[in-house]
């Protein structure tokens, strides 16, 4: 039987690339988004991937979420939390609810998601988690003290939660992609996106489908001994 998995903000950018890789892979995909109608459908009709409509910052919702997936496709084996946002804003500028919303989409979100799902996995013995970081989670970012902490906060927690899980047959990486050409990083105003290419020794931003290639690897059993780890995929603009 395919293995299960789960994308949170899977029918667009970097998740839709991942959900579909997967889905090429033989996993049975269940895609989340928090929005965009339209789009969902859209990307079932395209893909036949299954898409389910909830927002990852609210824990209860996530819980039910997660049960009308489980009920539809089986235990969830494979969990990548990808769902996250931009509000940038210099600090000065940066408002209280700025702040609170990308830390808990993009920090809560990632609690709301796995924690339910946890004590599946232990009881099975098996699980991977993907949590998708960002560069700029290991470099900061102007105008993102918001988006740095965060995603900052998603590696820490990967690394606590990959000793916890290791003997339970569950591994949990972390993925920091740079500068993909989605629609988060074609927003940032088009001089400002310029001088970020200008600092990518590869000279060119990623596909998302680079970063989805990542996620296949890190679920699969070929990589059952990585866990704890942070794989960076930015062309070479940070090196850590
Ligand atoms: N470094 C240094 N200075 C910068 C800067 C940077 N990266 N970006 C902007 N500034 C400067 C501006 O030039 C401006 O300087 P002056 O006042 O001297 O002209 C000053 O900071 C602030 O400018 P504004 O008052 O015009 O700021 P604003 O309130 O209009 O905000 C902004 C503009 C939202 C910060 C805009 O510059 C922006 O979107 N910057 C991009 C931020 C960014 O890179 N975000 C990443 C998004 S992609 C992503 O997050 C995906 C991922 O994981 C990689």
Not at 203 to 224: H, K, Q, Y
Not at 225 to 240: D, H, M, P, V, W
Request: glycine residues 12%; contains cysteine; aromatic residues 8%.
């Amino acid at each position: 039987m395919s293995r299960v998995a789960l994308v949170t903000g899977g029918s667009r950018g970097i998740g839709a690339a991942i959900s579909t890789a997967l889905k090429a892979e033989g996993y049975t995909v269940a895609a989340t988004y928090a929005g965009n109608d339209q789009k969902a459908e859209a990307f079932t009709g395209k893909t036949g991937i299954k898409t389910y409509k909830w927002d990852v910052s609210d824990y209860e919702t996530c819980v039910t979420g997660i049960a009308a997936v489980e009920a539809d496709l089986g235990p969830v084996d494979v969990l990548v939390n990808n769902a996250g946002i931009t509000r940038d804003a210099p600090f000065h500028k940066m408002s209280r609810e700025q702040w609170d919303e990308v830390i808990r989409t993009n920090l809560d979100g990632v609690f709301n998601m796995t924690h339910p799902l946890w004590n599946g996995m232990r009881e099975r013995k098996f699980g991977r988690v993907i949590n998708i970081s960002s560069i700029n989670g290991q470099k900061g970012q102007f105008a993102q003290a918001n988006y740095s902490a965060a995603k900052a906060g998603d590696i820490g927690f990967t690394k606590a939660l990959a000793q916890e899980g290791a003997r339970a047959g569950i591994t949990v990486n972390a993925i920091c992609p740079g500068y993909i050409a989605t629609e988060m990083v074609m927003a940032v105003p088009e001089k400002i996106r310029d001088s970020i290419v200008a600092q990518i020794p590869t000279g060119r931003l990623g596909e998302a489908s680079e970063i989805a290639r990542c996620v296949v690897f890190l679920v699969s059993d070929d990589a059952g001994f990585i866990t704890g780890s942070t794989l960076t995929a930015n062309g070479g603009q940070y090196i850590t």
